[in-house]
């Protein structure tokens, strides 16, 4: 799963966050922003992700009004 694309569209939606790879081979993260780019981050990552990737499931949890931004940019976590 290459998270360049992943940060590419992010920034193309303008949300920040983060993303990483995990060892069983799925990857997790964190976004904010606007509820209506944060819903076209969601429907991308569901639908579509990086070119190479296989998409089983999504899983969306955590989900709340914030008052600001945690994040500056998106980035990938190693």
């Not at 799925?26 to 190479?52: F, I």
Request: charged share 25%.
């Amino acid at each position: 799963f290459s998270n360049q694309y992943t940060e590419e569209e992010a920034r193309k939606l303008g949300v920040v966050g983060w993303v990483k790879n995990t060892s069983k081979g799925t990857v997790t993260g964190q976004v904010q922003g606007p509820e209506d780019k944060v819903n076209a981050m969601k429907s991308w990552l569901s639908k579509v992700g990086s070119p190479s990737s296989r998409i089983d499931r999504t899983n969306f949890s955590n989900e709340k009004e914030i008052s600001k931004l945690d994040f500056s940019g998106f980035s990938t976590r190693y």
